[in-house]
């Protein structure tokens, strides 16, 4: 998810009664709920695509679960008696524990991965132990209705806590909604799913609910075949609607699906991916992955999750050295070179 929505569970939580176990527990708290993504300094030294293969890893994993909070708690723990040391440490302020610093930094590394499963981007989160990527296909990654739900909940509490009122309610009744809203997204996401499987004719190819920003009740569907025999496909893009319930297909055009285990696409990117740090990082982010011809024939690494017809993104990366040649003119090639070998055997 975004950092505001990052921000925003962690002065939630504090605002539930959290930030009074200790003192800087606020900052302990929506600090920790940010943290994990420290490893978007990786841009600073990752070139294009070279990130998708490193963020959302190392340091969303267990070890980094307890390293990060500790980092953290300690460094607001010192800062803490350097104000002391200086005498300019606030007053008001509760007294600090060390104890409770890294329990609320902890609190608050946990928040992060927990959302950053919820959408399809998807979240390495037993790094460094195991590379798999889990998806929870839940809620678009920039959710505005969270944004209102929680920001409106943080303004309430604290303008609840100034006039000496209970200030803790509002904040609690705000997480319970928001994780029931994320159930019934869940729920949609569930329903969207089996509509999408019961229109698939083949076996092998399968289905991604993926959530649409603002109209969380609306599901685009992302068909791909991850085990597929065929080398080629056309992926299809659908729209599951709550209220209708029905799929409406939307094929689409000049696209071929990237399949692994494929001959020709599957060796090419494969042995490009040997020589290509790009293509290497792609790969080991992309989940439903396929090839496009580019206008000047080359060769174009892309993700259907993040597919964007008019234009070349992030999500794309040029296979080097590969020229573009359509199935059917593949096919037709194959065939006229089995003939010529059959006439030369003659």
């Given at each position: 998810m975004d950092n505001l929505t990052h921000s925003l569970v962690g002065a939630l939580l504090g605002q539930a009664g959290l930030k009074k176990k200790t003192g800087l527990a606020m900052p302990a708290l929506i600090i920790g709920a940010n943290l994990p993504d420290v490893d978007a300094a990786c841009f600073f030294w990752l070139e294009g695509a070279e990130h998708l293969g490193f963020r959302r890893g190392i340091t969303h994993g267990p070890p980094a679960m307890v390293l990060l909070p500790m980092i953290l708690?300690?460094?607001?723990?010192?800062?803490d008696r350097w104000?002391?040391?200086?005498?300019?440490?606030?007053?008001?302020?509760?007294?600090?524990?060390?104890?409770?610093?890294?329990l609320l930094s902890f609190i608050g590394c946990l928040t992060h991965p927990a959302l950053d499963w919820l959408n399809v981007y998807g979240i390495r989160l037993l790094e460094p132990f195991s590379s798999e990527w889990f998806y929870g296909d839940t809620l678009f990654i920039i959710d505005i209705w969270l944004w209102a739900l929680m920001g409106f909940a943080t303004w309430f509490s604290l303008r609840r806590e100034k006039r000496g009122e209970d200030w803790k309610r509002p904040a609690r009744v705000a997480i319970a909604v928001a994780l029931a809203y994320i159930g019934v997204n869940g729920a949609i996401t569930k329903v969207a799913e089996c509509h999408a499987f019961a229109r698939i004719p083949q076996s092998e190819v399968s289905a991604i609910a993926s959530p649409l920003p603002i109209k969380f009740w609306q599901r685009e569907i992302i068909w791909h075949a991850p085990h597929a025999e065929v080398e080629f496909a056309r992926p299809l893009w659908g729209f599951w609607t709550f209220d209708e319930g029905l799929l409406h297909d939307v094929s689409s055009t000049n696209v071929v699906v990237f399949v692994e285990n494929g001959s020709s696409s599957g060796s090419s990117a494969r042995q490009a991916a040997a020589a290509d740090k790009q293509v290497a990082a792609f790969l080991i982010w992309t989940r439903t992955p396929f090839v496009e011809c580019s206008p000047d024939g080359g060769v174009l690494l892309r993700d259907a999750r993040f597919y964007d017809p008019r234009a070349r993104?992030?999500?794309?990366?040029?296979?080097?050295?590969?020229?573009?040649?359509?199935?059917?003119?593949?096919?037709?090639?194959?065939?006229?070179?089995?003939?010529?070998?059959?006439?030369g055997g003659r």
């Open positions: 708690a300690g460094l607001l723990y010192g800062f104000q002391a040391k200086r005498g300019k440490r606030p007053e008001d302020r509760l007294p600090v524990s060390f104890k409770w610093l890294f993104d992030r999500f794309t990366v040029e296979l080097p050295d590969v020229q573009c040649v359509p199935p059917e003119n593949r096919h037709r090639d194959e065939s006229q070179a089995m003939r010529q070998s059959s006439d």
